[in-house]
Nanobody
Framework: QVQLVESGGGLVQTGGSLRLSCAAS????????MGWFRQAPGKEREFVAI????????YYADSMKGRFTISRDNAKNTILLQMTSLKPEDTAIYYC?????????????????WGQGTQVTVSS
């Protein structure tokens, strides 16, 4: 069992930056693939970024490449998402998720554990 708690969301202007954190508890966290997803009002949950359990492999949605950086610190049971050059279309609730499989999947339904989400709002 893994519990996830996101933090770091807020209101930022276009072009600004935010850093989201996901604190994980539970055994075997370091062996889980971790992902960030987001959901805007009226839209489906979409993939943002994922990181392998070793932290050596990462993958991003095309619209986030070069702007977002995912990282993990297994010693601190923490996942980070550094977001820069934010745009109004990045406004959404951002969720952290954990998948016990080593396959790095971008499909939300493949992830077994989810946090409650943190709101990110980018003003124009």
């Amino acid at each position: 069992q893994v519990q996830l708690v996101e933090s770091g969301g807020g209101l930022v202007q276009t072009g600004g930056s935010l850093r989201l954190s996901c604190a994980a508890s539970g055994r075997a966290f370091s062996s889980y693939t971790m992902g960030w997803f987001r959901q805007a009002p009226g839209k489906e949950r979409e993939f943002v970024a994922i990181i392998s359990w070793t932290g050596t492999r990462t993958y991003y949605a095309d619209s986030m490449k070069g702007r977002f950086t995912i990282s993990r610190d297994n010693a601190k049971n923490t996942i980070l998402l550094q977001m820069t050059s934010l745009k109004p279309e990045d406004t959404a609730i951002y969720y952290c998720a954990a998948d016990r499989n080593a396959i790095m999947t971008t499909t939300p339904s493949d992830y077994e554990y989810w946090g409650q989400g943190t709101q990110v709002t980018v003003s124009s």
